[in-house]
């Protein structure tokens, strides 16, 4: 087996916890190989980029929190390889452990006691006035909001060419079942399962109140535009990561990618468990 690392270098810890994940795996005859990145913080000449990472390794484990998870899954592009996400820290919702645990997570990978959740992405098509087109993918969530603009602005959103409804509001939101914990519940959207096969349109901050979270079929392809020409340009952001102005005349079209990402899951570690704790839930 060889596994794959991609660590965040602007981590505090990542150097020590890098050093231990790879010490564990050497130990119990796992090879492994580094994303540029993570070589560069060991000091090392070279490394890997993302998708030949996923080409050579059997698994991708990457070291950091949910942030650096949302931006290795755009380094690594398809892949049905699993990845496993470390925390430098506490538990995230999208990563198998912490980096305390890391003898765990070398002990499953030899036993090949663990299990993966096939979790949707998204993949966001932006076409220009100018009939250019450029694609993103989230496992997240995509974001049309407002710009430089104090005020809220009209947007619309279409279902498979059906007209959704005409917003007014800060932005709104197109997530899938993993982002439902992300921004969509900042903004008021429900929790869903990570295997529900949905996606969630949140409006953010709508000026009224009776527009409220839809959730979707995601077989369908959602299109979102500006509206009027004086509030643009807008923002279209993804993931939190990729920032792309949207003039007026452009439209976004979203819909689920042909792919997934496999996310590698320990025994004893769940969604549920990281609800209880990422959300402070306690019985009565």
């Known amino acids: 087996m060889k596994v794959g690392i991609i660590a965040n270098s602007q981590k505090s810890g990542a150097r020590s916890a890098l050093d231990r994940l790879t010490g564990v795996l050497k130990v119990r005859g796992i090879s492994t190989a580094l994303e540029t990145e993570a070589a560069g913080l060991c000091g090392l000449p070279g490394g890997m980029d993302g998708p030949s990472l996923a080409a050579t390794c059997d698994v991708i484990a990457v070291l950091g929190g949910d ?138 901050c709508p000026h009224t109140l009776s527009q409220r979270s839809l959730m979707i079929d995601d077989e369908v392809q959602v299109e979102l535009s500006p509206e009027n020409a004086d509030e643009a340009p807008m923002l279209f952001t993804v993931d939190g990561r990729d920032c792309v102005t949207i003039h007026a005349g452009d439209r976004i079209e979203v819909r689920k990618a042909g792919h997934a990402l496999n996310l590698l899951r320990l025994p004893g570690h769940s969604f549920y468990e990281a609800l209880r704790q990422k959300l402070n839930w306690r019985g009565g």
């Open 67 to 204: 942030g650096t998870m949302l931006n290795a899954v755009a380094k690594i592009g398809p892949t049905d390889k699993p990845v496993a996400g470390i925390n430098i820290g506490n538990l995230g919702f999208l990563t198998s452990c912490t980096d305390g645990e890391v003898e765990q997570f070398g002990d499953a990978l030899l036993s090949g006691e663990y299990s993966t959740s096939r979790r949707t992405l998204l993949c966001a098509t932006v076409r220009g006035a100018d009939n250019s087109e450029r694609k993103f993918l989230a496992l997240n969530e995509v974001v049309l909001a407002r710009g430089q603009t104090g005020r809220l602005v009209s947007l619309s959103a279409s279902v498979d060419g059906d007209l959704l409804n005409h917003y007014r509001a800060d932005g709104l939101i197109v997530a899938t079942p993993t982002g439902s914990t992300a921004y969509s519940l900042s903004a008021g959207g429900p929790l869903i399962s990570p295997t529900a096969e949905v996606f969630v349109i949140t409006p953010i």
